[in-house]
T-cell receptor
Framework: GAVVSQHPSWVICKSGTSVKIECRSL??????MFWYRQFPKQSLMLMAT?????????EQGVEKDKFLINHASLTLSTLTVTSAHPEDSSFYIC???????????FGDGTRLSIL | SQQGEEDPQALSIQEGENATMNCSYK?????LQWYRQNSGRGLVHLIL?????REKHSGRLRVTLDTSKKSSSLLITASRAADTASYFC??????????FGEGTQLTVNP
């Protein structure tokens, strides 16, 4: 069964809306989680590293005020896309490492469509 | 930035044939992982090969790693139509960060 749960799986909303995506580790504690974005027919691009109890680390070119990350507990990280616009429409995926040098566990992704 | 490059970008074969995908990277790694993604879906982990390993098998999958050339290959033997998907390599560096390659779109024709 899934060890990382991501919710919602699909969101359609109007331009200017803020959207929150949740990523939960189900049977392990994750001090670190990762958020990726994937545009159609492209690869996954790492957006940020979510750190429990501290600020997220953003990749170059990713606006931290646009993509708010909160990792308030050892099992939950949230990504909020603030004031979303059509160009933010994408597939967002989270992952969490359970153990070093082991496969990471990925959520099923959230398809975000901004009208 | 993406450090992985994969080739080919697209591969179309007949059922029963073997499919080989290649991945190159630029920096030192802890391990290299291969993932599969069906259209519009999440990632499925296929195989992980550590930096001190040279070859690994899992069912119809065979992965090689050449750290001197900073390259890896994924071989799928006796392909099936259900193997049609995008395949990504991902290199893990410090802090469990994964950097994905550009991916190979594999189409297996029945």
């Amino acid at each position: 069964g899934a060890v990382v749960s991501q919710h919602p799986s699909w969101v359609i909303c109007k331009s200017g809306t803020s959207v929150k995506i949740e990523c939960r580790s189900l049977d392990f504690q994750a001090t670190t989680m990762f958020w990726y974005r994937q545009f159609p027919k492209q690869s996954l691009m790492l957006m940020a590293t979510s750190n429990e109890g501290s600020k997220a680390t953003y990749e170059q070119g990713v606006e931290k005020d646009k993509f708010l990350i909160n990792h308030a507990s050892l099992t939950l990280s949230t990504l909020t896309v603030t004031s979303a616009h059509p160009e933010d429409s994408s597939f967002y995926i989270c992952s969490a490492p359970k153990q070093g040098n082991q496969p990471q566990h990925f959520g099923d992704g959230t398809r975000l469509s901004i009208l | 930035s993406q450090q992985g490059e994969e080739d080919p970008q697209a591969l179309s074969i007949q059922e029963g044939e073997n499919a080989t995908m290649n991945c190159s990277y630029k920096t030192s790694i802890n391990n290299l992982q291969w993932y599969r993604q069906n259209s519009g879906r999440g990632l499925v982990h296929l195989i992980l090969i550590r930096s001190n390993e040279r070859e690994k098998h899992s069912g119809r999958l065979r992965v090689t790693l050449d750290t001197s050339k900073k390259s890896s290959s994924l071989l799928i033997t006796a392909s099936r139509a259900a193997d049609t998907a995008s395949y990504f390599c991902a290199t893990e560096t410090s802090g469990s960060r994964l950097t994905f390659g550009e991916g190979t779109q594999l189409t297996v024709n029945p």
